[in-house]
């Protein structure tokens, strides 16, 4: 059972990973991805990185440019996550939503590593879907725990990106732009509808935590390169964001208990 369900995440990563080529380009989702250097669309290597990959030794079978990693990469995490979330949850409705927000949550940090962008097409009808998962209390206890959670999560986040507007206009930079954006607001909303109350608070902080710790790494390798760019344009706050979510997936019952007892 758990090959078949290493199986059927290895297709949603290919579904996955086609909504991740197309949807930014606004191209059709029946088409596959192309290679960014020649243009050649990708054949069904396109689709399951995890075998073309070694098969074509990284490389654009057409121009020699090397394959993104990024395919690959999605492939696995969900290869990964779906005999985990199953064998905790087993056939049940809680492995189906759990399932579908860690494909969400690896969408949408592909998207914003790569493009610095939380699309709406994304965003909207996942926060739909948690919104009547939570109605339904699948993954929650009470009808109202993700409302609260999924209200809490954008309200905190408006605020703090409110608060990050007003910080660069007093700065003046015009460059740059704002640490957070309008995205990442609809980003925590989304998350705390899937965490839940109380379980939002402790998937944020991770989240915010997470990403600190990357603008460090960043800020390190930049200044040990001495190629200093300000932080804002170099890192995407989503995919963070995303881990906390992800985290609260996985191990959320564990994480609540524990932010309960600290
Ligand atoms: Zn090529």
């Known amino acids: 059972m758990i090959i078949i369900l290493a199986l059927i995440g290895l297709l949603v990563g290919g579904v996955v990973n086609r909504l991740a080529d197309q949807l930014p380009q606004r191209r059709s989702l ?12 990708y054949d069904w290597g396109g689709f399951f990185a995890v075998a073309a990959f070694p098969l074509r030794r990284g490389r654009c079978p057409a121009c020699a440019a090397p394959l993104p990693l990024r395919p690959i990469l999605v492939e696995i995490a969900l290869i990964l996550l779906f005999p985990f979330l199953w064998q905790q949850n087993g056939w049940t409705l809680l492995f ?18 790569e493009h610095r962008r939380i699309l709406n097409v994304v965003i909207y009808p996942s926060t739909a879907l948690a919104l009547l998962a939570s109605l339904l209390r699948i993954g929650h206890d009470t009808r109202l725990a993700g409302v609260v959670g999924g ?5 905190f986040f408006f605020f703090v990106f409110l608060l990050g507007e007003l910080l660069m206009r007093m700065l003046r930079r015009s ?6 954006g309008a995205g990442d607001v609809k980003l925590a909303a989304f998350i705390g509808l899937v965490a839940g109350w109380p379980g939002v608070i402790p998937a944020l902080i991770l989240g915010i935590l997470l990403g600190g710790l990357g603008a460090l790494v960043v800020l390190v390798v930049q200044v ?39």
């Open 151 to 155: 209200f809490v999560g954008f309200v």
């Open 96 to 113: 189906v939503a759990e399932s579908l927000y860690a494909s969400i949550f690896v969408l949408i940090s592909a998207v914003d590593f």
């Open 30 to 41: 029946l088409k596959a991805g192309a290679c960014a250097s020649c243009g050649r669309p």
């Open 175 to 180: 460059s740059g732009g704002p640490a957070l």
């Open 224 to 262: 040990t390169r001495r190629t200093y760019k300000p932080l804002t344009s170099a890192l995407p706050y989503g995919p963070f964001l995303a881990a906390g979510g992800l985290a609260m997936v996985l191990w959320g019952e564990k994480i609540v208990r524990w932010w309960l007892r600290t």
